[in-house]
């Protein structure tokens, strides 16, 4: 069985095109310009990549992009104050600050100091409250597009098997709630689960979030099962020069596919939905905060 590659990079484009005919509609309708505010602290190479990327994407799809750069030394207090300001800037209405902050800082304090409707990234405290407990909330960006990509590939969810390997806060725990949400049977598993192959074997979809490269092989697979690689994992690529890597997933790609009803690719699948959620989420705030009807399709 050759498995259906789920194709992030397209999927992607299509969410970012369907958010820009939204924008443009509450321009013209309402006057109303979606604003996401990105805070960046310091000079993490991979970090400014993504604060480009992201920027680029929001111009691209009519909202408005708000830059704030601090350098690595900035206070708590500083941090706060801007976080404060943003807040009450009634041009924005997505905030993001971009992790992992310099290590003398305090992420949660700050993570829990956004204005939980303008919390794009749905990391706040109040945000995972919401979700866990079936209400409207902000919903993490990398789980909302897992979820989106799953639907879009089987229509229903309503009473599959599906085990999601990883608990983290980011991906793991708000994915299994919105599985639940969508009426999945939900096994949350990780490194130290008993008999983990026959847990994943039983699932017809897997989603692995569990942050080792290629930890996931084909034979933990169920014939046509769907599998959504969240892993993005540097390893040594063979047969070049040391210091040369290669991006690769939690599952063993090539095996997995051979077992698997459908897979995403790593790179290429997960990863670019990441930011078109962002853009969704931003459009969502934009809404909510108008009193406007949500858009269709882009929310969980």
Known sequence: MAATIIDGKAFAAKVRGQVAEHVTRLKE?????????VVLVGEDPASQVYVRSKGKQTVEVGMASFEHKLPAETDQE???????????????????????????????????????????DG?????VGLLGTGQKA???????????????????????????????????????QLLLGDSCTVTIAHSRTKDLPD????????????????????DWIKPGASVIDVGINRVPAPGKSEGN???????????????????????GGVGPMTIACLLA???TATCRAAGLPEPEGLTA
Do not use: W, Y
Request: with cysteine.
């Open 138 to 176: 902000m919903v993490p960006c990398t789980p909302l597009g897992c979820l989106m990509m799953l639907r879009e590939h089987h229509g229903s969810l309503s009473g599959m098997d599906a085990v999601v390997i990883g608990r983290s806060n980011i991906v793991g725990k708000p994915m299994a």
């Open 78 to 120: 500083t941090l706060m104050a801007l976080v404060a300001q943003l807040n009450t800037d009634t041009s924005v209405h997505g905030i993001l600050v971009q992790l992992p902050l310099p290590a003398h800082l305090d992420e949660e304090a700050v993570l829990n100091a956004i204005n939980p409707a303008k919390d794009v």
């Open 123 to 127: 990391f706040h405290i109040s945000n």
């Open 281 to 283: 989420n931003t459009l």
């Open 199 to 218: 847990v994943v074997r039983r699932a017809d979809i897997v989603v692995a979030a569990v942050g080792r490269p290629e930890m996931v092989p084909g």
């Open 29 to 37: 309708v309402h006057g109303l310009t979606p604003g996401l505010a």
């Open 245 to 267: 890597t290669r991006l690769v997933g939690d599952c063993q790609f090539d095996s997995c596919a051979e077992v698997a009803g459908a897979i995403t690719p790593v790179p």
